[in-house]
């Protein structure tokens, strides 16, 4: 696969941004991209091991070159002035040297470099690189380049390295000003060139098995790998028998009530001003939310596995009570852990799920809320793991519980998609949908991942401010690390403790996010946006009294999201919203938090 570098790096947002790459460069030259040594230091340390640090200089001496390397410390050295044999074999590191073609005869003379890698750009024009300029590639053809040392780049962006790629077929390819806007690094433009440099290679990784990308995986205690592996089977053999599928299909129309709705918001649609904005119904599903839609395929998957016991946690208790919902119809054993803060929020839940049938365990331990019942229904899987399913609730968990969770949720975006062409005749503009763990935001933009024109938008929580220390923007402000059996993006210390997440909705209120979504960030393919708990609630009221639907708080930060997304929109365009849930869980928060307003 073709290597990509992101030169002229200069903040850390960007240097995180280009994680995804095989290098990124700093430059040391005259430019309006020069950083000093010292900051170079402090950005390298944002970047992950196994990336090359690539110092630019033009004509510079050998001495600042190798004090550079050390003190960044650089892997490798560009250069992109007129620098002599003796140099380039003085330098202790790998180098590149920068060629500029405008002729054969310059491409002629790359096979005579004593450098490790030659890099072709087009003319310098203020500075002696990243002048934005693409030069001819045919060029390059008949001049007898090893293609295994050649960098190409000059003028490339998202748009023409495909092509680039395709003609010269480089070792790896190099960009500075395509991935800029207004002269400034633009990190949705950074991950958007990497997947289209890397293109099919990276669409592969997405369906290697248990992985996407470098997320994912089945990190669990040896206890549990045997029904992990037990589940993976199950599930690879019934989600592609057509019985399963049927009896599947029949829960949802007979029992959940679907097909849902794709409402169109004429209301909402007038007082934003600007797309038309359209609503799928998931608050009408039984239950109020998307929740069941998960649990139904996984409570036929545990009896098709001889399970008749149902272990669950659950957050605002729209999963517990969904899980509930199917053990009572299809008879199983069912107890469910959800934290104590989260039983004080959502009593009216908890009622439910015991009248539903199910014992309801208080997780005291941590933060008591979702992450902790997570833990808590992981540790009875462990010891109840011979009977017992762990029917988890979102797109979380080692493999394949975020795959499985994530078919299963696809209905949404299947059904929109039929949706809205009946309605429109076209896909929609864009697409948002809340995200905690994730499952009603990937079942929604599955089935629209290849659609390019159509941008997906995840919103998650910021709490009381991504400044502040009380939210749950996970994509925001998360690294690295392994929760809950899953590689994936979480807010954790400095020295790996999972820190506490906070969201005045309780569904969103997770420190971790699905392994899925933390890959589709990476490749620029999803874009996540966080709103606060005021905004969010600020939304609950003009959504209701606009279209007469009171949803829940985890909607409402889509469609607070949303409302400011359309700003950016014209009337010609097509919004959808994807409406999670519906509110009346959160009836005592609304009237606590809303009194006097509403
Ligand atoms: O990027 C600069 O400003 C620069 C200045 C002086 C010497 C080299 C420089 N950049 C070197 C690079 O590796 C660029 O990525 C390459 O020239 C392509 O740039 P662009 O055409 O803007 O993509």
Redesign the pocket.
């Known amino acids: 696969m073709t290597k990509v570098k992101i030169?002229?790096l200069m903040e850390v947002q960007h240097v995180k941004a280009a994680g995804q790459a095989d290098a990124i460069?700093f430059?040391f030259?005259?430019?309006?991209?020069r950083i000093s040594v010292e900051k170079a230091a402090e950005l390298a340390k944002h970047v992950p091991a196994g990336v090359d640090k690539i110092g630019?200089f033009?004509n510079a001496a050998l001495e600042e070159i190798e004090r550079t390397v050390r003190e960044v410390p650089l892997t490798m050295v560009?250069l992109?002035g007129d620098e002599p044999d003796e140099l380039v074999q003085a330098i202790s590191v790998p180098v590149v040297q920068a060629f500029s073609i405008r002729t054969t005869a310059d491409a002629e003379k790359l096979g005579r470099s004593v450098a490790d890698f030659v890099?072709v750009?087009?003319p310098?024009t203020d500075?002696?690189?990243?002048?934005?300029?693409v030069f001819d590639w045919t060029l390059l053809a008949g001049a007898g380049i090893d293609t295994s040392r050649l960098i190409v780049?000059?003028?490339?962006n998202p748009d023409n390295v495909a092509a680039a790629i395709g003609q010269t077929q480089p070792f790896m390819v190099?960009?500075?000003?395509?991935v800029e806007t207004e002269g400034v690094k633009d990190a949705v433009k950074i991950k958007h060139f990497i997947q289209k440099a890397k293109g099919d290679s990276m669409q592969e990784t997405i369906e290697k098995v248990g992985f996407f990308g470098k997320y994912g995986g089945q990190f669990v205690p040896e206890t549990l790998m045997k029904a992990v592996k037990e589940l993976e089977d199950s599930y690879t053999e019934a989600k592609d028998d057509p019985e399963f599928q049927k009896e599947y299909h029949h829960y949802l129309k007979e029992y959940v009530g679907r097909e849902q709705p794709l409402t169109y918001a004429k209301r909402l649609t007038e007082a934003w001003g600007g797309p038309k904005v359209y609503l799928k119904r998931e608050d009408l599903n039984h239950t109020g939310a998307h929740k069941i839609n998960n649990a139904i395929g996984q409570a036929l998957l545990a009896m098709r596995m001889g399970k008749r016991k149902i272990v669950a946690e659950t957050g605002a208790g729209q999963h517990g009570v969904a899980t509930a919902t199917v053990c009572a119809l299809f008879d199983l054993d069912c107890v469910i852990f959800m934290g104590e803060e989260d039983i004080k929020r959502q009593q009216l839940n908890v009622f439910r799920m015991k009248l539903l049938g199910a014992r309801v365990e208080s997780v005291t331990k941590g933060s008591a809320t979702l992450k902790d019942a997570v833990n808590e229904a992981l540790r009875y899987w462990v010891t109840n793991v011979e009977d017992t399913h762990y029917l988890i609730g979102s797109a979380l968990g080692p493999h394949p519980f975020p795959t499985m969770v994530r078919d299963f949720q696809s209905v949404i975006g299947e059904e929109t998609k039929r949706q809205i062409v009946e309605h429109e005749g076209r896909l929609p503009d864009t697409i948002l949908a809340c995200v905690g763990g994730g499952s009603n935001a990937i079942g929604m933009f599955y089935p629209f991942l290849k659609d390019e024109s159509v941008r997906l938008i995840g919103v998650e929580a910021a709490g009381e401010g991504t400044e502040t220390e009380k939210h749950a923007a996970t994509m925001t402000k998360g690294t690295e690390g392994v929760l809950h059996g899953a590689f994936m993006k979480l807010l954790q210390s400095d020295s790996g403790q999972v820190l506490e997440a906070h969201s005045v909705s309780a569904g969103l209120d997770y420190p971790g996010i699905g392994p899925e979504h933390a890959y589709l960030a990476d490749i620029g393919r999803v874009e996540y946006k966080a709103i606060t708990d005021a905004e969010a609630l600020e939304a609950v009221i003009s959504f209701s009294r606009l279209e007469g639907i009171i949803p829940a708080l985890e909607t409402a930060h889509a469609i607070s999201q949303a409302e400011k997304t359309a700003k950016e929109m014209n009337k010609d365009e097509i919004l959808v919203i994807c409406v999670s849930g519906r509110g009346d869980k959160d009836m005592a928060t609304y009237a606590e938090k809303l009194e006097g307003l509403a």
């Open positions: 030169c002229g460069g430059v030259a005259p430019s309006k991209r630019v033009v560009q992109h890099l750009d087009a310098g500075y002696r690189g990243g002048s934005g300029h780049a000059g003028g490339l190099d960009v500075s000003s395509g």
